[in-house]
C-alpha cells in the first residue's frame, strides 16, 4: 500500500473515530492497555531484537529506544490515565441566540489525523495512539528505522485491541515502508497536525519541510532573572532547581541574569551553590569581575546546552533583562525572583514568552504540573496553542448553525430586521 | 529605512502598545478617527490620483480602489465602533492553584506584529489599524502600488491622530517602498500572523510563500444539501439567498446538492426560483434526466464560480452528500435543509467545514452576523482560529505562574508533594 493510499484509509477511519461518544472511546483504550499487556513478551523481545541492531547510536538515542518492562508497564498505565481524562470534543464553547430560532453554536471537535513522526522512543506509540482515541482523531505513525521492529510489535498490539471494539483499527497507523518522512510532511490533504518527537534539529527540520501545522518547538532557551529586589533565600533554590533539576528538558534554564546592585552579594552563593551540583558556569565580563568564571560570548546567550552548563550576565535595570530575554529568548519560559510587585508586573507584562514566571522554577513549565492531565508537547509559536498544551491541542471546533428558513436577505438592506445575540445558557 | 529595520521598529512601538491599558487605546482610536476626519479632503484627492492613474484596471479591482466620500464615513465611524469592542487583551482563561501559593494564570496578550497585504482597498488600512490599536499589535501594512497616494494619505492621517497619544506612531508602518511582498513574507523574526485581502489566488500565494501563520482563505466552495425529508417552503428561499444574496461572497454556495426522492418534485421549482434571479445552471446526468440544464462536469464541482453559475447534483442519501462535500468543499460553510433531525445530526456531525448548517442560508457564516462586532477574516485552516474570526484572533496568550520559592524538586521523587490543581474563581 502506498503511503497515500495509507493515509486516505486512515482519514476514512478518523471520520468514524471521530463521531464516537466518550464511553466508546475509553473502552477503546482499555482494549489497547489490555492487548498491550497479552502482547508485552513479544514487544519486549521485539525491542530486545532493534536494540542489538542499534549498538552503534549515540547514548542518548539509544536510552530513547530501549524499552524495559518497567517503561511498558508505565506506558500501559499511562494509556488507562488516558481514558480517565474529560474528552475534549463536544464542549460548546459559544452557545448564542443570533435570533428567535436562529441558535449558534461552536463545538469542539477533532482535528482529523495526526502525523507523528519520532526519533527512536518507541513508547511514543502507545502515547500518542492515546491521546489521538481519546481526542477522536486518526493517526499516521513514522518512526525511525532504528525501532521498527518494537513499533511494529507495539501497532500490532494497539490493532488487536482496536479490532475488539467499535473502533476501525485502521485509524491508527504505523508506516512501515522505506518512505522518507518528506513524504509524509507533504500530505497536507490528509494530516492535519505533525507532532515530532525528537532532537531539537529534528523538530527544527520538520519544521523546515511542511505546510502542515506543526505543534513541537525546536529551542527552549530559558532564562531566570534575579532582581535587586530578589529573596535570596528564595533566589538561590529555584536557580539550583531551574537548571539541574532535570537538566536536558527544555525548561531547564541556559542563562542566569543578575541585577547589578545584588550581584557583589548573591553570586558567590550563587556560584557555589551552583558548582556543588555540577554546574559548568561562564560570566561575562562584569560577573567574572566578582567571580572567577570562564568567560560567556555572545553565543553563549543563544545556546541551549541541553546540559550542567550555565550562562550568569549582569544586567543594569529588569528593563535591560526584559530586552536580554526578548532578544535572545526562543519564547518558552522566563522567570523572574523578586519581591517588589511592580517590578514583577512590569517582567510578567514584557517578556514575550509562554510561560513567564516569579518566585518559581522554570521547571513547573509543564503540562502534567498545570493540571492538563496530559502533555502533547510543548509550544513555542505565538499563536495558540502555545506553551504546555494538553488534550485541547488536538482538537479544532466548528460552528453549528440551526434555524427554520432564516435567510441573510431578512437582515440586510434599509429594512434589515436586528440581530439579537444573546447568548444561551450552556 | 529598509524593510527590515521599519520592521524592527514597528516591533519596538508594538511592545509599548501590547500593554497600554483599554482607555487609552481607545482614546487612540478617536484619535485616529478624528484625524481621519480632518485628513478627508487629502485622502480623497490622492485616492483620486489613484484612480485617474489606474483606469486601465479590471473593474473589480477598480470599484475596490475608489474611495468616496461614503465609503470614507464608513471606515471612519468603524474605527469608533472597533473602540466600543470589549478589549480582547487581558482576559483570565485559566486561574488555578497548582499548590498553596503558586498560582497559575492563563491571561490573553496581544501577538505582536500583524503583516496586511492587500490589493487596492484602501480603506482596509483604515480597518486593520483600528482593530490592531485595539487588540494591542503593531501593523505592517503593505498595499498595492495603484492604490500608494490613497494609502500615503490615510497613513499620515492615523500618525497623525497617533502622535496626540500615548501610543508611538511607529506602531502602525505602510510600506511604501518597492520592496517585494514576498520580502514581508520572510519577516517571520517580526511578524507573527499575515493577513492577505485579496483574490482568491492572491492567498493562494501568500499562504505558498511564507512560514508566517495566514489569516485567511483561498477558496469558498460552499454547499446546500436538500434533503428527502426537507420543506421546500424553507428550500428554495434558502437556496436563493445562498447562491444569489452576493454571488461574490465567499459563503456564497457553488454547488446545491438534491436528494433523489425529492428531485422531481424539488427541482422545476428551484429552477425556476434560481432562474428567476439570473442564476446559469449546470446539472449532472440525474439532475438534467429532470430538468433540461448545461452539464455540469467534475471540475465544477471543484470550481468556486463567485457569480451567478450554480452547479446541481442529485444524491442518493445524506452519507452521499456528506461524501461529496468532503471531498470537493473547501472546508467553509455547507448547509442542510431537512426536517428530520436525526439527518440533520449525521450532517452536523460529519461534514468537515468551519460551518455547518441546518435550515437556514450559508451567507449567515460571517463575523458580524455571528456576534462578533468585527471580523478579522474567515479561515478555513483546521487549527483555531477558524471560520469567522473576530478580534480574539489577533491574540493568544501566556501562562504566568507566581510563586514564593516554589521548586519542582518538593514535588518529583519517591517523596513527591501532589498538586492541588484546584480552579479558582475568575
Redesign the interface.
Known sequence: MSLIEQAQRTAQAA?GL??QSTIAKNQALEAIAQALEAHAEAILEANHQDCVRSQGLASALYARLKLDEQKLTGAIAGVRSVAALTDPVGEVQIY?E?DAG?I?KRVSCP??VLGVIFEARPDAVIQISALAVKSGNGALLKGGQEALATCQAISKAIQAGLAQTSISPEAIALLTSREETLELLKLDQYV??IIPRGSNSFVRFV??NT?I?VLGHAEGICHLYIDRAA?L??AI??A??SKT?YPAACNAIETLLVHQDIAPTALPELVAALQAKGVSLRGDTSTRQVVDLEPATAEDWATEYGDLTLSIGIVDSVEAAIAHI?TYGSGHTDAIVTEDEAT?ALF???V??????????T???DGF???FGAEVGIST????P???VGLEGLV??????????????T??GSEAKP?T?QDLPK
Open positions: 471520520q471521530a463521531t448564542r443570533l436562529l449558534l482535528l482529523g492535519n497536525l519544521q523546515d505546510r501545522p529573596n533565600t528564595q533554590p529555584i539550583v532547581d533539576q526578548n514583577a510578567l507584562a514584557n514575550d514568552a509562554a510561560g513567564v514566571f516569579q518566585n518559581c522554577s521547571r513547573f513549565a504540573r498545570y493540571g509559536q505565538q499563536m495558540p502555545r506553551g504546555p479544532t471546533y466548528k460552528y453549528q448553525l440551526q434555524g427554520s428558513g432564516h435567510i441573510v436577505a437582515y440586510s440581530f445575540h
